[in-house]
Each structure stands twice: as C-alpha cells, then as structure tokens.
C-alpha cells in the first residue's frame, strides 16, 4: 500500500512537470493552447456578470525568436466566468506579450478593447498601444513618440473623453549624485514619467518625468552609497500606474517610493504625496507599500476616492503580513490633510503579491482583483465577501492586470470547422462536426447543415447547445459539404461557417469492411426532414442509409454517443495528435458493438458509378443509381 501510494505520488509529480493537460487544445483550432482556469466559487449568485480579460505570459521580457514550433499561449485572451475560452488573441499577436488588456467604454459609440503589444526582442519594432473594435479589428496602433523610448507595459489608459490615453514612459539619463552629497560621482538614472497621447494623432500632448521632481532620497530601493550603474540605470521611482481627473491633474503610482503623487495638469508639480519614507502630506489610518494600479474613482474638488493594489511586499521586503486591494478616501482640504481606507480586501489565500497585479472595481460595486502570479484573481462583494477566486492551471503563465467587463464580441472571421466521417461499413458510418468562433460571444446553440454538393442547398442535420468554446456534434451518415451556424438565446442566426469538405480515414487501413471499397457521400436531402430527424420511409434505406424503426438500437446509440462526447470531453485535454488516435479507437468500439446490438438489419449503400459530365462529388451522390 505505501510504496503504492509513494509510487502514485511519484508518478503525479512527474505528470505534473512534463504533462500539458494544463492547456487547452482544440480539433478547430490546432495552434491553440490556451491556458486554463482552476475556479472556486464561494458565492455564484452574487458575482458580477461579464467575462474576464487576461493576458497570460512567461516571461515578462520578450522571448528571443526561435525557429521551433510554438503553439499560441501567451497575449490576450477573453475567458467566460466558468473559465472557456471565448477569445484568443494569440495568434493575431504572434504569441507576444500583451499587457493592459481590457474593455473602455470611452472611445467612438460602442466598447472597444484597449490593449499594450510590447516592444519586440530586437526592438525592429518599440510596442504600441492598440485599440481594436468589436470585431477584433485594429481601430488605433499608435507608437510612443521615439524619443520617448519603447512603449511601456504597465499603463495605456484611454481617458473618459475617449480622445486621449495616459501611458507610462521610461527614459534614462545620466545625473550627478550630488542629491546624495557625492557631487563627484555620476550613474545613470531611469526616470519614471508619463505621456499623454492623442489617440487621432499619436502627438504627445502633456508630459513629464520624475526626475528633479522627485528626488533620490524618496527611494526605498538605493541607499545613499548605492553603487553607480550604466544605462539604463538606477530604477529609483518605477512609475506602475497613471489616471487623471476631470481637473486635469494626474494620479501616479511610483511603487518604489511607495507613494502615490497628484501632478498638477497645469505646471507639473506636485500637488501632494501619499504615503512614501516621509509618511507623505496626509494624516492616514493606513499603510501601503510596493502598490499598483492607482485610479480614481471619484474626484472632485479636494476629495477623492481611489482604488490601489497594496501588494505590500516586493522581491526585498514585506512591510504586511497580506497583501490587499484597497478604496480609499482622500481629502485635501483640511488641515491636516486626511486619508482613510473605505474598503480593504484582503487576499483570499492570506499571502502576499509579489509581483504585479491591479484592482477593478465593478459597476455593481464587487471588486476584482488580480494578484498576478500564476494568473490568481478574485471577487469580492463591496462588503469584502470573497466570492470566486481562480488561478491558472499552470503555474508557468502569470498576469499582470486581469479585469472584468460585459462585451459583445463578433468576429469578422467565419466559425472555424472540422468535420469528419468514420465507420466501418455503409450501415454504421456518421460525419462528426466540430465548430469554435474565436472571440463570438453569447452563442446559445449551434445548427448543423449539410448539402450535396457545393451548389445544393444546405439541409439542416441537427442542432446542439453551446457548452464550451468548442462544440462536437455528431450526425448519422457520411455528410459532406457541411457549414455550421451561431445562434443566440433568442433563437436567432448570426454567423455561419464557410462550406467546409469532410475529411475521411484511410478506409482501406482503419478496418473498412463495407460494400464498396470507398463510402460514398449521402445526399442528405434525400435522407433528413429539414428538421434534423431523418427520413424513416423506404426512400431512405434505399438510399443506403439505415432504418430508425429499431427503437432500442437507437437508444443505444444515443448512449453511445454520450459515451463518446464524455470521452472526447476527456481526452480532449490530453491534446493533438494521441487524442485523435483515441477518439477514432473509442468510436469504433461504439459503432462495432452498435452494430452487433443492431444485429445488422440495415439496407447496404448503393454503388453509384460516377455519371459523364457531372463533378465528381456530384455524381457520387445521385440517389437511386443503380449497378
Ligand atoms: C508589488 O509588485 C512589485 C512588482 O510588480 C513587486 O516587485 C513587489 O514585490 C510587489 N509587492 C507588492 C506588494 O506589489
Ligand atoms: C434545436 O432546434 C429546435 C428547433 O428550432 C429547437 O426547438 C431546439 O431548442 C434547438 N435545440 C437546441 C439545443 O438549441
């Protein structure tokens, strides 16, 4: 029993490290291997609706190009609350990192997506921020000025009048250290700043940067003997965030500094610090540190009511035992000034962020946090009730910010398909579908069609719920010629597939003992009643197609095709190649002992030899030829 348990033990440890069943992996989409979610729910009924938007990495600095395959992984993807998949931006990235990505309901009269592409490992091209539409098209691709330096990861955030977006901005220059009494000595200095961009014209219309602004002597992270360093140098304030308020002033996060700057929109200087070495300009019943993702929530006058990610601790130090989301209220007026936390939430599993992270508060009022590694995020009702917290599968992807937004998303792209016929005779042979349409939200249900050729018209074969992001199907008969349509709640049609062929086996090496040497296609005209039952008259077995009059059978092989979807359900999480091989050996055991269960009283398919003049596919699916 021990050395059992050692050995099973032993054994999941190793499927852990060298396993991919952290992954999804996808019939329609084969280049995708999208990340998975593991989800608890604390309380369902309360959390807000909307999907998540994240955007998984491994490496927070650009991967060096390689000449190996990759499957798409990293960037931007949009996930519905049970953690399908409903997007993924990875290939239209080229699997890059992606940061920021998230909904704004500012810019032109629908939401949009608004999204960071980082610079490239050769720096050919320096990042951008993007905004694309509800058709995942490009709307803006708008570079930093060049002087400015590479487009930076952490802020693209497109501001309440939709014409303008705030983005931190990273420079280096070389500085004496005389702030620190060693007036002979230099080193280079990264400033923290920030631009704002218009989204017309990419012209940069304000900006600023930290250096003779904020002086050395607020950084936590060197000391006053800190040693020189070349380009890009001493990182001393690291800029994490920025907002700005109607007034026109901007709200910066400088996370090594621990304090939270307003900078005055007029002239640059700052109007007040919180928090910071110096215990900043407020009288405060909290502290923070290390914190991320500052915003306003409200500000009007000399209050303001902001949100942060307090992750509390950085790869040095840890100033909390938690870290946590907080709302805070600051007001300006008063002497002293005075600051105090309206709501805290804590980080569900009692431990700290150490890296990166942001907080959202929702329109109902819930808070989402994500605290980034392994991509952990949760929700929280605004009394602070944990509702849902997940993380990524796998522990190799992390997220920088997650968010959560209502959006209707619609492709330009058609529904992916793929279809294929199995069997091993004429009485047993049905044509599985397979369809996803990246990034199409709010698919109720899905309608199958085949029709006899490219030119017939299509026949309607059946129809199934939407489950996940890729839905199997499958139809009784070799279908070829197939499309597959999207169809809302309300039962209405918006999206079809292009026609797509069936793809067959190797009839002769996967056990075909049928009649013909090669099945033919059906005409399914001539074998389904346009409602997705099929036709149970002696035109239909004439046709080779089986009768349905043996009503066990046929339960039987309703059950056999739970059996089969729970299966593919299964194995699809395995992936590729070794899925497939195990789907296609499943499926025949069904259709074999279906077949005995029938005891093969079934009208055999026709030959159909082909006809002068006519397409092939055409010709094969004349009904009623005979000899
Ligand atoms: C905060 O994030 C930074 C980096 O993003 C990290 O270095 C630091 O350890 C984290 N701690 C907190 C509290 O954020
Ligand atoms: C399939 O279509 C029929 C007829 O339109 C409809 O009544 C049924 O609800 C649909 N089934 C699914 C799963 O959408």
Not at 268 to 287: P, V
Not at 414 to 442: H, I, M
Not at 529 to 535: E, V
Not at 611 to 617: I, Q
């Amino acid at each position: 029993m021990f050395w059992t348990g050692l050995l099973l033990l032993f054994l999941q440890h190793v499927v852990a490290w060298h396993s991919d069943d952290d992954l999804m992996s996808f019939v329609t989409l084969p280049d995708v291997r999208a990340v998975k979610f593991d989800i608890t729910y604390q309380d369902r009924e309360r959390v807000a609706p909307g999907y998540w938007f994240v955007s998984p990495y491994l490496h927070i600095e650009p991967d060096e190009p390689t000449s190996l395959y990759e499957q798409y992984q990293v960037g931007p993807h949009i996930y519905d609350q049970d953690g399908h998949l409903v997007w993924t931006g990875s290939p239209m990235f080229d699997n890059r990192n992606v940061f920021d990505f998230k909904v704004i309901n500012s810019f032109g009269n629908e939401p949009h997506i608004s999204l960071i592409l980082q610079y490239a490992n050769d720096d050919s091209e320096r990042g951008f921020g993007m905004i694309l539409d509800k058709n995942y098209e490009v709307s803006r691709k708008i570079p930093l000025r060049p002087d400015l330096g590479a487009f930076d990861i952490h802020e693209f955030n497109v501001l309440k009048d939709g014409k303008t977006a705030v983005a931190t901005v990273y420079l280096t220059e070389e500085i004496s250290l005389a702030e620190f009494g060693r007036p002979e000595e230099q080193t280079w200095l990264e400033t923290g700043g920030f631009a704002e961009i218009d989204l017309n014209t990419a012209e940069v219309t304000y900006e600023w940067r930290s250096y003779n602004q904020i002086p050395l002597q607020e950084t936590v992270h060197y000391l006053p003997d800190s040693v020189p360093e070349g380009p890009p140098g001493w990182d001393y304030v690291h800029i994490n965030s920025v907002d700005k308020n109607d007034n026109g002033d901007y709200l910066i996060s400088m996370r090594f500094t621990n304090t939270l700057y307003l900078i005055s929109g007029v002239d640059g200087h700052i109007i007040w610090r919180l928090g910071g070495q110096q215990n900043g300009d407020f009288a405060q019943d909290f502290i923070f540190s290390k914190q991320h993702d500052a915003k306003f929530l409200e500000s009007s006058g000399t209050r303001h009511v902001i949100s942060f990610l307090n992750n509390a601790s950085d790869e040095e130090n840890a100033e909390e035992e938690v870290s946590s989301a907080l709302i805070i209220e600051v007001e300006s007026g008063t002497v002293p000034m005075t600051a105090r936390v309206l709501h805290r939430y804590n980080r569900p599993d009692g431990s700290l962020t150490r890296l990166r992270g942001n907080a959202q508060v929702l329109p109902n009022q819930n808070m989402f946090v994500c605290w980034s590694q392994g991509g952990y995020i949760s929700e929280f009702s605004s009394e602070g009730d944990t509702l849902m917290s997940a993380q990524f599968t796998s522990p190799r992807y992390s997220n920088y910010r997650a968010y959560k937004f209502e959006f209707t998303g619609r492709p330009h792209t058609p529904p992916d398909v793929v279809s294929s016929v199995f069997g091993t005779d004429e009485t047993n042979l049905v044509t599985t579908f397979w369809v996803s349409w990246n990034g199409a939200t709010d698919i109720a249900s899905w309608n199958f069609y085949a029709q006899a050729s490219q030119f017939d018209k299509p026949v309607f074969v059946g129809n199934t719920s939407k489950v996940d992001f890729e839905t199997m199907f499958i139809a009784k008969g070799y279908l070829d010629w197939i499309t597959v349509e999207a169809v809302d709640r309300d039962g209405n049609a918006f999206g079809i597939s292009a026609v797509h062929r069936t793809t067959f086996p190797s009839w002769e090496a996967s056990g075909w003992t049928g009649y013909s040497s090669t099945p033919r296609p059906l005409n399914p005209a001539t074998i389904y009643q346009g409602d997705g039952s099929i036709l149970a008259t002696e035109k239909a077995s004439e046709d080779g197609f089986f009768s349905v009059a043996d009503g066990t059978a046929d339960a039987q092989l309703k059950k056999a095709t739970v059996t089969l979807m729970n299966t593919y359900e299964t194995i699809r999480s395995i992936g590729g190649l070794f899925a497939l091989i195990l789907l296609l050996a499943v499926m025949s055991g069904i259709l074999a002992s279906y077949m005995l269960l029938r005891g093969w009283r079934v009208r055999l398919y026709q030959r159909a030899p082909l006809e002068e003049g006519l397409p092939e596919e055409e010709a094969q699916l004349r009904p009623g030829m005979d000899d």
